[in-house]
């Protein structure tokens, strides 16, 4: 026997074909399925709170309301998106993917996890030096107290170590290293002395933070997405701009906050160049000498005796 179709059983079937679309951001069934996931993510207390669609208003370290957050909806679709880009848990993206001054960056957990766990390299060593000579460094911290903002000059005695992150890739058998990492790299780079600064308190953990995050971005870019971890961004932030050579130079955090304009660079007039012979410096065209003239250029270079 025929089963029979009803106008109920087509209308349900239409309507389970619609909500089972992929998430995309570039199709309109895509986009709305997206969007559903991401307003259930958004009102879970679960989510880092760049990610809920309300934002806890905190007197004296207690919860005295919620306000809406209108950028908790957006950043779940995108980090719903990069979740799917990379085969992924969207909780375990959304859990480890930190917004620093308006840029998402990973947590070093989750770029030694994706390592280890991607299946092309035996899981993540490092090779961290023993303790060198101690030195003494002096650098300068802010705080505030009393209502003020205060800068305060200290010191302190670090060891210098090195660090260098190495896996085994498995098609080749061969050792992969990445960059070595020092605490003298920590002092030139300035991320040692920054105000808040993890290296004067753990530099163990951020001598290997800062290995894997190096060894990743050489041999594995597609795990991090271009992305950085956010002790680096922590450390400083990379400008958008470029200098004269095409370099991106290393802009630290602190100097791009309360942060006076420079002045404009003063051009040297360029000195007047020497007009060339034979051009008329009025109208810039070449007057072609007369016939005397080259004849009696002529007889300068012959020696008739």
Known sequence: MSQTTTLASLQTSAVAKASDAPMSLLTGAGFEQIQRVAKALSASTLVPVQY???AEVKEYGKVVGHTPNGAGLPNCIVALNMAQRMGADPLMVMQNLY??????????????ASINSCGRFSPLRFDLS?????EEI?????????????TEKRKAKIHHRTCTAWVIEKETGDRLDGPTVSMQMAIDEGWLTKNGSKWLT???????????????????????????????????????????????????????????PEPPAVVDVEEEA???????TETGEIVEPSAQQQGAGDDEGLNFE
């Open 52 to 54: 809920r669609a309300f």
């Open 99 to 112: 917004v620093i001054e308006g840029r998402p960056s990973w947590s070093s957990q989750f770029i030694i």
């Open 130 to 134: 023993e303790p060198g000579k101690a």
């Open 138 to 150: 002096e650098y300068s911290t802010t705080f505030w107290k009393d209502g003020k903002k205060v």
């Open 202 to 260: 753990m530099p163990e953990v951020m001598l290997r933070y800062r290995a894997a995050s190096l060894l990743g971005r050489l041999y594995a870019p597609e795990l991090l997405m271009g992305l950085q971890t956010v002790e680096e961004l922590n450390d400083y932030i990379e400008p958008r701009d470029t200098d004269i050579q095409g370099e991106a130079t290393p802009v630290h955090v602190d100097d791009l906050r309360d942060r006076e």
């Open 274 to 280: 020497e007009v060339p012979e034979g051009v008329n």
